[in-house]
């Protein structure tokens, strides 16, 4: 039997807000989860498969952008002032236990935050590798930060 949050429930403050969102709308959790799963598991992919390879050519010291070169324009990347190979593993650590807190729904709203700020941290350290399937990660986090994934 699939488990759905009414809206009509007034137990927690996350189906108010749907009622405030949708009306009388019935939300399906377990499709949400669904869909927190895969999503991360295409976050986890996209990392491991497209970015971590070529990780020293796009965001590296002897890469396509240097932190040198990207300190002439207002940028808001903590990443883009430093080429310390110790604060791009930091970063990738943190994003990997996001999205790995992400992926087993341990505090997701947190997590797909935490997870959206440092894509786009990593993001605007190399405008040259930004597209718009990232563009879509980013606003899909930025989305699931706001909904009931608990």
Not at 41 to 62: S, T
Not at 88 to 104: D, E, K, Q
Not at 106 to 111: G, N, P
């Amino acid at each position: 039997m699939l488990q759905t949050i009414s809206s009509n429930d007034r137990t927690s403050p996350d189906n108010e807000n749907l009622k405030a969102l949708f009306g009388d709308v019935e939300v399906n959790g377990q499709a949400l989860s669904l869909f927190r799963i895969l999503f991360s598991c295409l976050l986890l992919f996209d990392l491991f498969v497209y970015v971590l390879p070529h990780w020293d050519f796009l965001y590296g010291a002897e890469g396509v952008l240097t932190a040198r070169e990207r300190r002439s324009e207002l940028i808001w990347s903590l990443l883009s002032y430093s080429d310390n190979p110790t604060l791009h593993f930091s970063t990738i650590a943190l994003y990997c236990t996001a999205l790995l807190g992400f992926l087993i729904g341990y505090q997701t709203r947190l997590c797909a935050f935490v997870c959206f700020v440092l894509l786009n941290l990593m993001l605007d350290r190399n405008p040259a590798s930004y597209s718009n399937a990232e563009l879509l990660q980013s606003l899909l986090l930025l989305w699931c930060s706001f909904m009931p994934m608990d």
